[in-house]
């Protein structure tokens, strides 16, 4: 049983950076898809970003061309670069891994336990 432990988050203005790292308890390079979900009390969960054990990469389309998701399969760990970001960004952003990864996450296998991003001036 692989744990994720998301790292992180913070509280940052709008405009600026963070770049969030999830490691994991044991290799992942088995696990086709690792990402980024993120969710807002009282919303549902939303998939931000993942990346597959092939190379390929998916983006919500919020978050395209300022975030950026990369897995390392021999550090077992997965990054989301985040940039210009906005105060809807604002959330829990949860890793997870699995199969596949769908839009809510239900098909995951593997969760970490969240990392809070507060994008505000």
């Known amino acids: 049983q692989v744990q994720l432990v998301e790292s992180g988050g913070g509280l940052v203005q709008p405009g600026g950076s963070l770049r969030l790292s999830c490691a994991a308890s044991?290799?992942?390079?088995?696990?086709?898809?690792m990402g980024w979900y993120r969710q807002v009390p009282g919303q549902q969960r939303d998939l931000v970003a993942a990346?597959?054990?092939?190379?390929?990469?998916s983006y919500a389309d919020s978050v395209k061309g300022r975030f950026t998701i990369s897995r390392d399969n021999t550090k077992n760990t997965v990054h989301l670069q985040m940039s210009s970001l906005k105060p809807e960004d604002t959330a829990v952003y949860y890793c997870?891994?699995?199969?596949?990864?769908?839009?809510?996450?239900?098909?995951?296998?593997?969760w970490g336990r969240g990392t809070q991003v507060t994008v505000s001036s």
């Open positions: 997870a891994g699995g199969g596949m990864l769908g839009v809510r996450g239900n098909e995951a296998d593997y």
């Open positions: 990346a597959t054990s092939d190379g390929s990469t």
């Open positions: 044991g290799s992942i390079a088995s696990i086709n898809a």
